[in-house]
């Protein structure tokens, strides 16, 4: 029995890959409930002026593409939480949320907490 049930885990936990998401906030931590928000109409003027952002049209007017030198990655904007996220980025998708938060007057903050850039 237990060998099916380990057999049953490996075939499903391909599936499962939650990852791990990056976090564009003006609170001390990003899933607050209260504190400073990135407002729908200061992130939409933010995307005005931004060439690498565009609206994804194929999705949510919260869904966002980032189109990069060498990659594309997507955003959201989250209206409840008041705040911009990807999933899983990349070193150079990291810089450029970066370079975002601090046009925006915010912060990079990790699912952990963990602000960015990152210090040793």
């Given amino acids: 029995m237990k060998l099916i049930f380990a057999a049953f885990l490996a075939m499903v936990s391909q599936f499962v890959y939650a990852g791990y998401d990056l976090h564009i906030t003006k609170k001390d931590f990003w899933a607050d409930e209260n504190g400073p928000c990135i407002s729908r109409e200061e992130w939409n003027n933010y995307v005005t002026t931004d060439s690498q952002i ?6 949510s ?3 966002f593409l980032v189109r990069l030198e060498l990659e594309q990655f997507p955003i959201w904007y989250n209206p409840y939480l008041c705040e911009i996220y990807t999933k899983n980025p990349s070193e150079n998708a990291i810089n450029k949320l970066i370079k975002t938060s601090e046009v925006l007057d915010a912060k990079v903050q990790g699912d952990d907490g963990e602000s960015y850039p990152l210090t040793p």
Avoid at 54 to 59: L, P
């Fill in 54 to 59: 565009q609206r994804d049209n194929k999705n």
């Fill in 61 to 63: 007017t919260d869904d």
